[in-house]
């Protein structure tokens, strides 16, 4: 079925409210590619293990002189060529890893892309941080405070997770990706037709970096409790994806595109599956750039798009979870947008 077309008696109506529709899609990646076999030369680990649990064969990392912010600001920069524009209204950033606790990275991005004096702030959802970031946005261009947002999700984890642990530093990489939304109508191909947001805050500790209290001595490292969290991510991704779903009346079979958070291939496929969405549509992008958190949609939808397996028209539902516990979906189809790619 057409993207376009709407299947229930609640979409026959042309629906004129407000929406968010997407309008440019941008990416940068750090230049330094670390294979699998690099760290099987130097942890108790091998490329086997790491591609057949995880469906990752590579991953970036920034270098030294490549900070959170650098690679922000180079993807929110190639999301407004991709959208044409050069003038956006307010700009939130997506991330867990940023350069210093305070302040926001937010308004630093905004000043060095040319936006200096729009609203900028950042949002901290752990891997659902760019739904969260889109969901905000969406909110400020439906209240008419903004007419043109600029998401940013960018992360820099190879700097909080220990080098020396398995469980851990073999799965995340490094990278930014960012969208940029316009005020539209939810008729339009690329408008933002349905959200689901939620958290345990209960399970807090699954995933977390220890603060000084909890570590007063020593490295405060990234840790994970790989398989809850492994469990966990399954569960929340399809009840929230189904939600989704529901609102929006789309049936599982005409899911054309779902970009779920690119943690593990395995997770992905499990979701799909419990979703009863086609398995050609689960889309997997994680092979060589790992898990890049609050990253992960926007990449991964920048390499569906240049791999051919999105196109425009298709029926895209996006849905991510992490740390928090946090997790959320939404649903468009996806436009005629072209990602604009950048390294540094
Ligand atoms: N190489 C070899 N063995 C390993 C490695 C490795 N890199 N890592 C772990 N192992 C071992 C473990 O030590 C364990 O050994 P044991 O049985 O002797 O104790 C064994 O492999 C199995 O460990 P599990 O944790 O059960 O392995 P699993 O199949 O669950 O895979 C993984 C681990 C990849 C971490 C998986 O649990 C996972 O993907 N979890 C979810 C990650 C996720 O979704 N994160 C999203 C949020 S992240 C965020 O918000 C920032």
């Known amino acids: 079925m057409h993207a376009t077309e709407f299947t229930t008696s609640a979409r026959e ?11 440019g899609l ?31 064969a590579a991953r970036r990392r920034a270098g030294p002189d490549v900070s959170m912010t ?24 997506a991330t867990t890893t940023p350069d210093r606790p305070c302040p926001a990275a937010a308004p630093e991005v905004a000043e060095r892309i040319g936006q200096g004096g729009i609203p900028a702030f950042d949002v ?8 969260y970031a889109v969901a905000t946005a969406t909110g400020l261009l439906s209240a008419g405070l903004a007419n043109s947002v600029l998401v940013t999700a960018a992360e820099t984890y190879s700097r909080i997770v220990d080098p020396d642990d398995r469980s851990t530093a073999v799965l995340f990489g490094d990278g930014a990706g960012a969208v940029v939304l316009r005020r539209g109508h ?6 933002l037709l349905g959200f689901d947001l939620g958290s345990d805050g209960a399970s807090w500790d699954a995933i977390h970096v220890p603060g000084e209290r909890e570590q007063p001595d020593g490295e405060r490292w990234f840790t994970m409790r790989g398989r809850t969290v492994y469990l966990r991510a399954i569960e929340r991704m399809t009840t ?3 939600k989704v779903m529901k609102d929006c009346a789309w049936g599982p079979d005409t899911i ?33 750039v790992g898990n890049t958190a609050a990253a992960s949609i926007p990449l991964a939808l920048a390499d569906a798009l240049d791999g051919g397996r999105l196109k425009p028209g298709f029926r895209t539902l996006l849905t991510a979870f992490g740390g928090g516990l946090t ?18």
Do not use: M
Not at 70 to 93: E, F, P
Not at 186 to 191: F, L, N, Y
């Open 13 to 23: 109506e042309p629906d004129y409210r407000f929406a968010a529709v997407v309008a």
């Open 26 to 56: 941008g990416t940068c990646l750090p230049r330094a590619e670390i294979t699998n076999s690099w760290f099987a030369d130097r942890l108790d680990t091998s490329d086997d293990w790491i591609r057949a649990r995880t469906g990752i």
């Open 70 to 93: 650098d690679l922000a600001c180079a993807a929110a920069d190639a999301a407004l060529r991709s959208a044409g524009r050069t003038k956006v209204d307010a700009l939130v950033l």
């Open 124 to 131: 901290s959802a752990v891997c659902s941080g760019f739904l």
């Open 186 to 191: 939810a008729w339009e191909q690329g408008a």
């Open 240 to 242: 929230s994806a189904r």
């Open 256 to 288: 054309e595109a779902l970009v779920a958070h690119q943690a593990n291939a395995r997770i992905i496929e499990a979701v799909a599956h419990r979703l009863g969405v086609p398995s050609e549509a689960a889309l997997c992008e994680i092979a060589l």
């Open 327 to 344: 997790w959320g979906s939404a649903a468009l189809t996806w436009p005629q947008v072209t990602p604009v790619r950048s390294e540094l």
